[in-house]
């Protein structure tokens, strides 16, 4: 009995480090969801042109935090208790905002993608006007969790004073795959029923069934 007690209580402070934390959903607003779309009608062509368009096995530095995944979204949820879906897709906008312009800056004025991708961000601008505008000015104003804010200056740093060990080299359309589909997460209620946005949810229900596992184990050891 004593042995169970234990294993009850480890569980429930397994639970409570690993559950993926609620994550407070406020509803995309409906004015969202056009410039969103819009913006991944541009994105469907990506393989085209940041793909065919480049050297094979091309790359372009960028900070490791803009490589930003659906595991990142994921590993901030863990990490940050009660958090704001809207703290999510702010900091999305920002990161996109600085691999756009690194993938813009190493192309030519004549390079055969150039107009796609300065099209692209003209679309992402668009698209974060709308959101800016969809939210009282206080929201952008209120102080972030420690862990993103930590990725937000890191985002914001002076490229002359990022340490050499924060660079990574990744292709192009690899940026763009995560752009668009860590989109599709953050804004599922635009999307609903795409392929990333299944996965976003596949992998917070794998989440969960790891822990199962896990207090399964101490339960029957």
Aim: glycine share 4%.
């Amino acid at each position: 009995m004593v042995q169970l007690s234990t294993s009850v209580y480890l569980l429930g402070g397994l639970l409570g480090l690993f559950l993926p934390s609620p994550v407070l959903m406020a509803p995309t607003p409906a004015s969202m969801c056009t410039p969103l779309r819009t913006l991944n009608d541009s994105l469907s062509h990506r393989r085209r042109y940041m793909k065919h368009n480049f050297p094979i096995n091309y790359t372009i530095r960028v900070h490791h935090k803009e490589i930003f995944k659906l595991s990142d979204i994921n590993r901030m949820r863990l990490q940050v208790e009660q958090l704001d879906a809207l703290v999510l897709q702010r900091l999305w906008f920002q990161v996109n905002q600085g691999v756009l312009k690194k993938i813009i800056r190493v192309m030519p004025e004549r390079h055969p993608s150039r107009p796609y991708t300065t099209e692209l961000e003209r679309r992402f601008r668009d698209a974060e006007g709308v959101f800016v505008q969809s939210h009282p000015t206080e929201v952008f104003q209120q102080e972030l969790p420690e862990t993103i804010q930590d990725t937000w200056d890191h985002l914001t740093e002076e490229t002359d004073r990022v340490p050499e060990s924060s660079w990574r080299f990744a292709p192009p359309k690899l940026l763009l795959d995560n752009f668009c589909h860590t989109m599709h997460c953050l804004f599922s209620e635009c999307f609903a029923g795409t392929e990333a946005q299944q996965h976003c949810e596949y992998n917070r229900a794998l989440g969960i069934r790891d822990v199962s596992s896990m207090s399964h184990s101490l339960l029957t050891s």
